[in-house]
């Protein structure tokens, strides 16, 4: 079982910048890929940004040059930097860990929240 422990959501200024962290149970430089995802009120859970075991990152077309996913190994913590933050941004951010087939694990979301 591996837990994840997000952190890092608020309330933040269109245009502004924050920082999601997402804290894993385990060692992540074993698992497959980690992500970021988030779900808006009335949509669909969408992909954010994944990053692989050997550190390749793929985003979604819509925050591609404004947001950057990370990983520190030491700390077993993936990170998502936030820059330019538009108000469609705002959601409940989620971490997700693909560890092997069978065993994805999520953790309990942050919020975001863009202003106008």
């Known amino acids: 079982q591996v837990q994840l422990v997000e952190s890092g959501g608020g309330l933040v200024q269109a245009g502004g910048s924050l920082r999601l962290s997402c804290a894993a149970s385990g060692s992540i430089a074993s698992f497959n890929q980690m992500g970021w995802y988030r779900q808006a009120p009335g949509k669909q859970r969408e992909l954010v940004a994944t990053?692989?075991?050997?550190?390749?990152?793929s985003y979604a077309d819509s925050v591609k040059g404004r947001f950057t996913i990370s990983r520190d190994s030491a700390k077993n913590t993936v990170y998502l930097q936030m820059n330019s933050l538009k108000p469609e941004d705002t959601a409940v951010y989620y971490c997700?860990?693909?560890?092997?087939?069978?065993?994805?694990?999520w953790g309990q979301g942050t919020q975001v929240t863009v202003s106008s």
């Open positions: 990053i692989t075991g050997g550190g390749f990152r």
């Open positions: 997700k860990a693909y560890v092997a087939i069978g065993r994805i694990y």
